[in-house]
């Protein structure tokens, strides 16, 4: 009788054990990997700012995981913006900026002379990085605007990929028959190969 009793006292034991092991498996997946903190400056600094489709304060410190996050800022007035970025073992600073695209946007930056100015500064900045990486990737630029014989060379926002700030096209305007095979010996005198470069011929009639 006693060992007939004890058997479903046995069962419940490692049916309670399981379990146990499965709930401190699940805290230890969700609580485990190494986390870092993102610290956010946000501009307007009350628009809504999402970290992986959670909502997060606009401005201050949260702790992520490594991986990779996607950022989204929003606000009536102003245009949104996505950011997706990995983080690692190392704190991450970032600064959510948005532009205003309507006339609520325009007259809140009017009552915000302080962040207006700030935003014009980090747009300087933003252009200045953007400029110095496509002159690392793009050495012609060094010598545009350029005019040879019968031809000028310039440089526009890149018509293959259009939607990427880093990518532009060459543009070369030609007034004479000869003046394609000048533009391209122009070029591999300075190393580059044409073929690597997206170039837009314009012939002047």
């Given amino acids: 009788m006693l060992e007939e009793n004890r058997r ?5 034991v490692v049916a309670l054990a ?3 092991i499965v709930i401190g ?3 230890l ?3 485990g990997g190494s986390k870092t903190t993102l610290s956010v400056t946000s501009i307007p600094n009350d628009l809504t700012l999402t ?7 606009a401005n201050g410190e949260v702790k992520i995981k490594e991986g990779q ?3 989204v800022g929003s606000r009536r007035g102003f245009q949104s913006y996505t950011e997706t970025f990995t983080s690692g073992s190392d704190p991450l600073t970032y600064k959510m900026y948005l532009y205003a695209n309507s006339a609520e946007g325009r007259e809140w930056t009017k009552n915000n002379p302080e962040q207006e100015r700030e935003l014009e500064a980090e ?6 990085q953007i400029q110095q990486r496509l002159k690392e990737k793009y050495p012609i630029l060094g010598q545009l605007p350029y005019i040879g014989p019968g031809f000028q060379a310039t440089y526009t926002q890149s018509k293959s990929d259009p939607k990427n700030p880093e990518a532009i096209s060459i543009v070369i305007e030609t007034w004479t028959p000869e003046a394609k095979t000048k533009a391209l010996q122009w070029i591999k005198g300075y190393g580059w190969d044409p073929n690597t470069l997206d170039i837009i011929w314009k012939a002047d009639k």
């Fill in 29 to 31: 997946f969700r609580g």
């Fill in 123 to 128: 747009a300087g900045r933003k252009y200045d």
């Fill in 69 to 71: 996050h996607t950022l």
């Fill in 8 to 12: 479903p006292f046995m069962i419940g």
């Fill in 51 to 57: 970290l992986d489709g959670h909502q997060i304060p």
């Fill in 18 to 20: 399981v379990v146990l």
């Fill in 25 to 27: 498996g699940v805290v």
